[in-house]
C-alpha cells in the first residue's frame, strides 16, 4: 500500500516562462473510505494548457518531484523540545544548540500543504515594481 501512496504524494509542475505563476499536478490520489480502507485513483487533469491563464505566456513543465509532506511535525516539536535548556545535558557532544533550535524553529513554521513558493526579487522583477528590501518585507 506505501508504493501505491507514492502517487499521490508525487507531481508535476506546470509553470509559466514570463510570470513564473504555477500549478502543481499529482500524479495520483489517495483517499479514505470509512476511516479504514484507502482507495487509490489516478489523477484528474488539472492542467492550465499550453498557455498561462495569468498572462497568456508560454508554460513548461518540471518535475516529477515529491509533494508530500517534508517532515514529521511531531519529531519536529521532540527535536525542538530537546534543545531546550533542561534537556541539553542528554545529547553531551552537540554544540550548536543555537543554529540547531533556529533551524527546527523554521521547519516547525513551515506550511505543510505548500509545495512550492515564490522568491521575492522574482516577484517584483515580473510585475515590474521595484525590488523590496527582504528586512522591510518580514
Known amino acids: 500500500a506505501r508504493v501505491k501512496r507514492l502517487a499521490s504524494k508525487t507531481a508535476v509542475v506546470h509553470q509559466c516562462v ?3 505563476s504555477f500549478s502543481v499536478q499529482p500524479l495520483g490520489e489517495a483517499t479514505t473510505e470509512d476511516g479504514k480502507t484507502e482507495k487509490f485513483k489516478p489523477a484528474r487533469v488539472i492542467v492550465p494548457g499550453e498557455t498561462c491563464p495569468e498572462c497568456g505566456g508560454r508554460m513548461k513543465l518540471g518535475g516529477p518531484f515529491h509533494s508530500g509532506p517534508m517532515f514529521d511535525l511531531g519529531f519536529v516539536e ?3 523540545e530537546a ?3 533542561e534537556n ?3 545529547l553531551p557532544g552537540v554544540t550548536s544548540w543555537r543554529k540547531i533550535h533556529g533551524m527546527l524553529t523554521a ?3 513551515e506550511h505543510p500543504d505548500v509545495v512550492l513558493h515564490y522568491k521575492l526579487p522574482q516577484l517584483c522583477r515580473g510585475l515590474k515594481l521595484p ?3 527582504l528586512r522591510q518585507f518580514r
Request: glycine share 0%.
Open 18 to 20: 514570463q510570470c513564473e
Open 78 to 80: 521532540q527535536c525542538v
Open 83 to 85: 534543545c531546550e535548556e
Open 88 to 90: 541539553r545535558d542528554q
Open 107 to 109: 521547519i516547525s513554521e
Open 131 to 133: 525590488p523590496v528590501p
